[in-house]
């Protein structure tokens, strides 16, 4: 089944221009729309840029984990007050 072509009365008869406030209006769109992409573009390379420092900022997190192991004996650590997060002994250990 092809479909029918939907037939649209014309105002006036082939035009050369659009009118001035078609056009501003037009142009309005097309501004904002090319202001929204260049946002959008300048935000992904923001993003890209948050996620490296982030992985470089992990991997820092990493190499402290390793000098804590090293120092301490363990990076288990309450950040708030340096306080090592030692395991409670096992305490059928303590009973045999």
């Known amino acids: 089944m092809a479909k029918k ?3 649209i009365k ?3 008869a082939k035009a050369k221009k659009i009118h001035a406030k078609h056009l501003k209006d ?3 769109l097309v501004n904002t729309i ?3 992409q260049f946002n959008i ?4 390379v923001q ?4 996620l490296d420092e982030l992985k470089k900022q992990q991997h820092k997190v990493g190499d402290m984990q390793d000098l804590l192991i090293r120092e301490y004996g363990s990076y288990d650590v309450n950040v708030e007050d340096g ?3 030692w395991p409670e002994p096992n305490k059928e250990k303590n009973e045999a």
Do not use: C, D, S
Not at 41 to 44: C, H, L, R
Not at 47 to 50: D, F, G, L, Q, S
């Open 83 to 85: 306080t090592i997060n």
């Open 47 to 50: 993003k890209h840029t948050a």
């Open 5 to 7: 072509e939907k037939e």
């Open 10 to 12: 014309v105002k006036t």
């Open 34 to 36: 090319n202001a929204i």
């Open 41 to 44: 573009g300048k935000m992904e």
């Open 26 to 28: 037009l142009q309005n």
